[in-house]
């Protein structure tokens, strides 16, 4: 079991910022995201979108906040345990235990609940006995392409990942590639491959079309397509991918007894602490009344829980503000001389 | 104030008065419209906002940009008349625009 002074829930650009705000602190954190990397839905959902919104920063992209704020942490030399999620919070009389799904443990006074609007899973299909196939024979994702050998493989998808698998998976098994409309979205010359290999016949494209069902028994044998006219096509497939990008799902921290506003927790407005000591929540993920789901509303509730942070984690200590232009302290801790 | 009516796919319908400037999606989450979850708070990024747009309101509408046919690819079950109502503004012209919310969002 690793003891930090907080355990820091989501890597998004608040999640990060946080770290700054414990670190000039003195104090260390964790930080723990279910995607393989930092940045959130910045990164996510518009890494080449420009925000125009940060203060001082006239324009930047998901991408640059990002990073930025990366190089702003450096200092701290944070741990980052990516590709995990917290299932399980505690508590273990003043401190709290945290466990995520890959079964790793921390123990602290304080968690920063930073999760945005909670963790990016895979949009699954929702036809009739897909959850029976997943992982099996009906993927959201390639994590070995070796598996995917000697197929036949329906893709499911009009985007980027569609495309890009289809491409690569046509050199050694057999692709279906279907999608709801007739346009597929891609670099120009990702879709002038893929025009290339339909004339050649080495891959099947079906548009305008959904998945209409699955066949088969204990394996896929086959699906259905339904076209926008109604018609119905059965496809051979022994294998689905479907890519049809995240959706956000809040996941167990429902289950944390936390006070709950829909889907955000609830806060007061002084230290962001939820109706838990030692827990708070910043970011899209908050509630309190005037609450803005903006990334600098999120960076001052960090800078505010930090404080109350503090006094959990070194209750013989006296908090004292300090600026960074100004403090000794913190340039040692930002290793400036 | 135009009024926006929304209807959830069992066909019962709510008619709201929204108003101009305000998006269909804020007009559902400001009051209480259930079928609407807007996960991303009206970036485009999610399509959790996901509707039907009653047949004969389609061309009334701005046409969806790029970014919007997309996310719409995402959605639960797109149909034709499928946009994403955080991309609809409401205006005088709208007056009476009857939305649908699919079975599910996600």
């Known amino acids: ?34 995607l393989d990397k930092a940045g959130g839905q910045c990164i996510e959902l518009y ?9 001082a920063v006239s324009e930047c992209t998901g991408e ?30 003043d401190n709290w235990i945290v466990k995520t799904n890959k079964n790793n443990e921390f123990t602290a006074p304080n968690i920063i609940i930073a999760g945005g609007v909670g963790s990016f899973e895979p949009r699954k299909l929702l036809v009739k006995d897909s959850e029976k196939y997943e992982g099996k024979s009906l993927f959201y994702s390639v994590k070995n392409k070796d598996e995917f050998k000697n197929k036949n493989i329906s893709i499911f998808g009009g985007g980027d990942s569609a495309l890009d698998w289809t491409l690569e998976l046509s050199k050694f098994s057999k692709i279906t590639l279907i999608h709801r409309r007739s346009d597929f979205r891609g670099a120009p010359h990702t879709l002038a491959e893929i025009k290339k290999l339909e004339d050649e016949g080495k891959i099947s494209i079906k548009t305008p079309c959904q998945l209409d069902s699955i066949i088969g028994e204990k394996n896929i044998e086959s699906i259905s397509i339904k076209f926008e006219d109604g018609k119905i096509e059965k496809i051979k497939t022994d294998t689905i991918l479907s890519f049809f990008g995240l959706v956000m799902k809040l996941g167990p921290i429902a289950e944390w007894g936390l006070n709950m506003n829909k889907k955000t927790i609830e806060v007061n407005s002084k230290n962001f602490e939820t109706n838990k000591k030692g827990i708070f929540a910043a970011g899209d993920i908050c509630y309190y009344p005037g609450k803005l789901k903006l990334i600098l509303s999120g960076f001052h509730e960090v800078a505010l829980a930090s404080v109350e942070c503090f006094k959990r984690a070194r209750p013989n200590e006296k908090y004292r503000f300090e600026f960074t232009t100004s403090s000794k302290n913190i340039q040692d801790r930002l290793g400036k001389k | 104030m135009p009024k926006i009516i929304y209807k959830d796919n069992h066909g019962n319908s709510k008619t709201i008065e929204v108003d101009n400037g305000l998006t269909v999606m804020e007009g559902a989450i400001q009051n209480d419209i259930p079928g609407i979850d807007a ?38 079950e797109p149909k034709k008349n499928s946009r994403l109502s955080c991309q609809l503004i409401v205006s005088d012209e709208l007056d009476g625009l009857i939305v649908t919310t699919p079975e599910k969002q996600s």
């Open chain 1, 64 to 93: 640059e906040l990002t990073k930025n704020l990366l190089e702003q942490i450096k200092p701290f030399n944070t741990e980052f345990f990516y590709n995990e999620r917290v299932d399980e919070v505690k508590q273990d009389k």
């Open chain 1, 47 to 55: 890494p080449d979108k420009p925000i125009y919104d940060i203060p």
């Open chain 1, 1 to 34: 079991m690793k003891k930090t002074d907080v355990v820091i829930i989501g890597a998004g650009p608040v999640g990060l910022f946080a770290v700054h705000q414990l670190g000039i602190k003195g104090l260390k954190a964790v930080v723990i995201d279910n």
């Open chain 2, 39 to 76: 996960d991303c708070g009206g970036s485009m990024a999610c399509a959790t906002c996901h509707v039907y747009v009653e047949e004969k309101w389609l061309n009334k509408l701005l046409k969806a940009e790029e970014a919007e046919v997309d996310m719409i690819d995402m959605a639960y």
